[in-house]
């Protein structure tokens, strides 16, 4: 192999791994960012829920 050749080669192969482990960063931090936004939601909804729940033994109204 030439002089060149290896350095592409080189080149290449370090543009490789520099967007691989750019783009698996960037997965994981999405999906962390993913889960957090669900347990938030979920937990919002969990407070609505025993709002509705509360406010219908409170009213009279049993809820089945």
């Known amino acids: 192999m030439?002089?060149?050749q290896?350095?592409?080669f080189v080149l290449a192969a370090a543009i490789?791994?520099?967007t691989g482990m750019?783009?698996?960063t960037v997965t994981v931090t999405t999906?962390?960012?993913d889960v957090?936004?669900?347990?938030?939601?979920?937990?919002?909804?969990e407070m609505r829920i025993r709002d509705l729940e509360q406010r219908s033994l409170v009213g009279?109204?049993?809820l089945s």
């Open 2 to 4: 030439k002089k060149e």
């Open 6 to 8: 290896i350095i592409s």
């Open 16 to 18: 490789s791994i520099t």
């Open 22 to 24: 750019v783009s698996g």
């Open 31 to 33: 999906l962390k960012n």
């Open 36 to 45: 957090n936004w669900i347990k938030t939601r979920l937990s919002d909804h």
């Open 60 to 62: 009279g109204n049993k």
